[in-house]
């Protein structure tokens, strides 16, 4: 009998418990005890709800108090000696010590966290694990047997989850002298046994091994060590899948078919066109687990087209044949049946968590029982909602079809090539060598975003949220001018957040009330949801930046944020293309920098923090997704006239790959992180001529110290061996929201000083 089963559940709760829970705990206001219970609650709340929608083999191990990454290196006894306490065993506090870092006690003891960075393409983080040559495994931690211990109890059939041992290595970081960190995996190996082991004393038949960079191209070693790792786990007790996800296993598929286990999963939603050939080349005696509820998205699955597909491997496989999310649904938000406030269309239209265990289960059980009244009025009602999506007047707009219809290749492209653009900029600009600016936002005080929730829940009238906003304007421009800055901002008080700000003005987006997602931590973010074409009614920004500009004889700079990032940021549409939503996005914006043109702005900045976020998996989708991209970008940024300079802002620093795309955006100023690299990211600028202007940002914003003007002044010196000094803007890192204002004025202090500084010496 095809098996329904669930690779994890989201851990953060329907009214994110958990998140109210950890950052009680942290603050003293709930003790270990009581965190404790909330989670021991939401587990058995999980596992509960799981079960009565039908899913028959429950996933344990997937809740963790801070990161799954985390609970690995605790469990594996991989903590770093900072973290290391006298003798003890780690606690609860060594795991939050590990993800938060600890400050300064009485004396110098402080450690810095650990580094997160994104889970493969999602806005999930995790916490690098950091390995040392002379590393050594020992299991360390019993999370995962007491949540085994404790859904045992319960009564629950659970497969405990554990991500892959060359995963694990893969996403670590070897740390001290240089060295490969596979050559750690003989070490990590028997700990991988004791677990089995350990396991199978508990009664478990079945363990679920996350080896999600099966779906990476790998490197030849890697592959090799797949072999060799699961042929040794083979002698360990269990029955083990193997799951991939969030891509195919293209050139790796004959090695995942092949590897010595009992299962193989892999993601159908992401890689539809792997089917066919998993099938030739599985192992008659492996189940294969089919991933056909999108875990990433929030639509309901078309389940006939689904089950389309799961009948074809029944055929081959019977019940070697299980059905399941394509991914853990930690990506996805909880419950829709949360949402009062969807209206009934839409809600129809949408999937949640809980929703998504509901409809892998009824396609197993359209496998086992078509006729059962239960799976026919499944299939029905998802037929009614496929045909409704298709033809509904909410989704599909002429009029913004008919506008992308007509667009020809001369929107992507400005008038002149950027040598005579910058020509005229300057000429109309008159901006100083070395000129200063910020990314945009200053610092968001609990008076903005008082005035802001006093607004929405109506106690502030629009024309009171307005003047309070003017009075911010007007104090952030006060303060660049004495500063002495070159260009200014507005300093996006009015706005909440980059994209749901545009999102909430655009025709096109809906907004739920509770889909969260946990980011990292106790950290969730409830992207807004793209249901339809989109379009822009009428203008966003244009107001305020107006404002800002009457306020001042010194430039304004527009703030948008850009088509991509808009994309990336949002739960996307899932009968279009990423592409086409982008291009909407981008005439969208595009009329907005247009109408800011309109109204006497020189200078327009269009934020793309995800730029470099939407580069698919495998390098082979690379080109394609970059060619795309880069077109959105042009397409928002070139309706304006050559004197218009297009600023656009990038705030990491990994550029290598990239950089020709984004050369090839065109904007005529870019901005990007440079400080905490001290500078190194522009080596890549020696192999690659990048030919526009470039602010390399001189002071990281991530942290409250102020550095002096003598070391932004270093870094000057030091970016002006790779980019010629006339190209060169002076700005931070990113933007300053997170900031407070006294930190803020004295880094800018310095940062004019030392553009002072660096212009004097060039005279
Ligand atoms: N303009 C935005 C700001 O200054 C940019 C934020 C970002 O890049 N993440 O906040
Ligand atoms: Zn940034």
């Not at 899913?55 to 809740?63: A, H, K, M, Q």
């Not at 029955?239 to 892999?266: Q, W």
């Not at 998996?617 to 991209?629: F, I, N």
Request: charged share 25%; hydrophobic share 45%; proline share 5%.
């Amino acid at each position: 009998m095809a098996l329904a089963h669930n690779l994890g559940f989201p851990r953060i709760g329907r009214d994110r418990e958990l998140k109210k829970a950890l950052e009680a705990y942290w603050k003293g206001e709930l003790d270990e005890a009581g965190l404790r219970a909330v989670g021991r609650g939401l587990r058995a709340a999980h596992w509960q709800v799981q079960k009565s929608a039908g899913i028959e083999l429950l996933p344990v191990g997937d809740f963790a108090w801070y990161d799954q990454v985390l609970t690995h290196s605790l469990t594996f006894g991989v903590i770093p000696e900072r973290f290391h306490k006298h003798g003890g065993k780690p606690t609860l506090d060594t795991l939050f010590a590990m993800a938060r870092g600890v400050s300064n006690h009485s004396c110098c003891r402080g450690a810095h966290a650990q580094e997160m960075t994104k889970w493969f393409d999602s806005n999930y983080h995790y916490l690098v694990p950091e390995f040392t040559a002379d590393q050594q495994f020992a299991l360390s931690w019993e999370q995962l047997f007491e949540e085994v211990e404790e859904a045992r109890v319960l009564g629950h059939n659970v497969k405990p989850v554990i991500i892959g041992p060359l995963t694990y290595l893969w996403l670590g970081k070897a740390k001290g002298a240089e060295f490969d960190r596979l050559d750690l995996l003989e070490r990590l190996l028997p700990v991988y046994g004791e677990i089995l082991q350990r396991l199978a004393t508990q009664g478990i038949e079945w363990v679920q091994i996350d080896e999600p960079i099966l779906a990476l191209d790998l490197p030849q070693a890697w592959k090799n060590a797949f072999e060799r790792a699961y042929n040794l786990l083979q002698k360990e007790p269990g029955k083990k899948l193997i799951a991939t996800y969030f891509s195919g296993l293209d050139d790796n598929l004959g090695l995942a078919a092949a590897l010595p286990v009992d299962g193989l999963h892999i993601d159908l939603v992401r890689a539809p066109e792997q089917f066919p050939a998993i099938l030739d080349r599985l192992p008659a005696y492996k189940v294969l687990s089919l991933g056909v509820v999108n875990g990433r998205n929030v639509w309901r699955t078309d389940l006939e087209k689904a089950l389309d597909v799961l009948q074809q491997a029944h055929e081959r496989l019977g019940s070697r044949l299980w059905v399941a999310p394509s991914c853990s649904l930690l990506h996805s938000p909880v419950d829709l049946s949360r949402e009062d406030q969807l209206d009934a269309e839409l809600k129809s239209w949408l999937a949640f968590a809980v929703q998504k265990c509901q409809e892998v289960a009824v396609l197993a059980r359209a496998l086992r029982e078509p006729q059962a009244a239960e799976v026919q009025a499944a299939l029905a009602v998802s037929r009614a909602v496929q045909a409704g999506r298709a033809a509904s007047p909410r989704i599909h707009k002429p009029q913004v079809q008919a506008r992308l219809a007509a667009v020809t290749a001369q929107y992507s492209q400005r008038q002149s090539p950027f040598a005579e653009r910058i020509a005229k900029q300057r000429a109309l600009l008159k901006l100083p060598v070395f000129p200063t600016t910020t990314i945009g936002s200053f610092p968001q005080t609990s008076a903005i975003r008082l005035a802001r929730q006093s607004f929405k829940s109506g106690k502030l009238s629009a024309a009171e949220y307005t003047e309070a906003m003017y009075s911010e304007i007007r104090h952030s421009v006060d303060v660049q001018e004495k500063l002495g800055l070159d260009v200014l901002v507005h300093g996006e008080a009015e706005r909440n957040d980059m994209v749901e700000y545009f999102a909430e003005q655009l025709d096109g987006y809906a907004f739920t009330r509770f889909g969260w997602v946990q980011s990292y931590g106790s950290r969730c973010v409830k992207p807004a949801v793209i249901v339809g074409d989109l379009s822009r009614p009428k203008p966003m920004t244009v107001s305020w930046i107006e404002y800002a500009q009457r306020c001042t004889d010194k430039l304004m700079k527009g703030m948008l944020t850009g088509p991509v990032t808009m994309l990336m940021w949002s739960f996307p549409r899932d009968d279009i293309s990423r592409e086409q939503q982008a291009r909407q996005l981008a005439l969208a914006i595009r009329d907005e920098v247009v109408d800011l043109e309109a109204a006497g702005i020189k200078v327009i900045q269009i934020d793309e923090a995800a730029f470099r976020e939407g580069l698919p998996l495998r390098r082979a989708g690379w080109q394609h997704y970059l060619d795309w991209a880069t077109e959105a970008f042009r397409l928002t940024a070139s309706g304006v006239r050559d004197e218009t300079q297009i600023h656009t802002h990038m705030c990491y620093s990994e550029f290598n790959d990239v950089i020709e795309s984004i050369a090839a955006m065109d904007a005529d100023v870019i901005t990007i992180e440079t400080s905490r690299s001290d500078m190194e990211l522009l080596r890549a600028f020696e192999a690659f001529d990048y030919p526009n202007e470039i602010g390399p940002g001189v002071y990281d914003i991530h942290s409250p110290r102020v550095p002096d003007s003598n070391e932004m002044a270093q870094l000057l010196r030091k970016a002006a061996q790779w980019v010629p000094a006339e190209r060169l803007w002076v700005n931070p890192d990113c933007g300053l929201k997170t900031r407070a204002w006294p930190e803020t004025e004295a880094a800018l202090v310095n940062m004019v000083a030392a553009a002072r500084q660096l212009r004097s010496e060039l005279a």
